[in-house]
């Protein structure tokens, strides 16, 4: 097995470790990603929802020239290799080379703050609230925690977050040891220990001092401190109970920052205070409410101007006022509504309308309700035969049809709804 630096020293930031095998990882477009093995490394491979380290190793050629081999990420081979330890890189090395391992310390960090701060976190959750952590994941920007509950108030979140912060501000020592199942399983039936996972000894344990024990193979700050700050950014129900994202240390201070420049520039933009925001937006929300509200009523006058437009235009002829229009410049639920104001406002008549505003275009059938019409089993049937849908209510139905179609569609269904509904008057 590789011997793992980092459970012994998360701080630990370069090594020196020969390569003990190396096998080709894929190959993609005849280049090849390879997989090497160290005796001893102080990169941690992904696990319980902990991204790998990266960073680079160097090792001197046989001519002394000094070779660079960036480590993309870190995986663990817990099958017939014995829980040996692969670092992925787009270079080779040879077998028995000596190299010097160099961990990408800003990601290191960032990953311990993280970790350890869901360690205080889940434990405070359990504590406080009975709130169990069913699953940890650490990204890019936010981490994550779900927990056992539906719903937590607002309040709650609150205090959680502030008794996390006073426990770091006591930086109480964070310490780690190694003990047998055994002893592990006496533990979580006392109730000392969170949770144990299911492997053989030794497990490995995390204690922050008089407030938590919890087994994992993680890197972990050396004092609560370390961990900087928490700040909690919301929450969202989720399947398995209540996800809460969170960020610590520099992430903290990075999010506050681009929290309080979102607001500065908003703030700027309004001509107000920052603290003014809050009715500011309440105000805008109102406004844009109202605003709504005159649209939509002068959208439906216009639509009823317009209808009775179309139907002057439009005569009746064979006892029939079949209108067909396309309208490019007009979106589709204004053209929707016309088709049923139309039809509302004078009797015998059809409407054949094709919106083309966007792409595939909308085409609407309405009738005024004293035609012998269904239009939703007439435009059905029309669009099924060029292999289209479409459907609707008796006096309104609507269906798609690429633009290029679109007309010789409704030039066709004009035929056919003319000899179904004109009626030639009789003459004497």
Known sequence: MTERLYYEDSFLRSFSAHVVDIREGSRMGGVSTWQIALDRTAFYPASGGQPSDVGMLTATSRNGAILEIPIESVEEDAGESGGRIWHLTPKPLQAGTAIHGEVDWPRRLDHIQQHSGQHLLSAIFARELDAQTVSFHLGDSISTIDLSAAVIAHHSIERVERIANEIIAEDRPVTIRNIQRGEAEKLLADGALRKLPERESPIRLIEI??????????????????????????????????????????RSVSAARHDFDLLGRAAVVLSIGRNDLPGAIERLQAEAKASAKDRQKLREELASYHATRLAIEVMIEDNLRLIRRTFADRDREYVRLLASRVCATVPRTVALFVCEETEPARIFLACSRDMNLNCGEFLRNALAAHGLRGGGSADLAQGDAHKAEADKIIATMAENLRSMLARPHLVD
């Open 209 to 250: 001092a008089g407030y938590d024990l919890n087994a994992c193979g993680g890197t972990h700050v050396r004092s609560t401190g370390q961990i900087g700050s928490i700040l909690i950014r919301g929450t969202e129900r989720v399947s398995r109970g209540l996800r809460v994202e969170f960020v610590c240390g520099l």
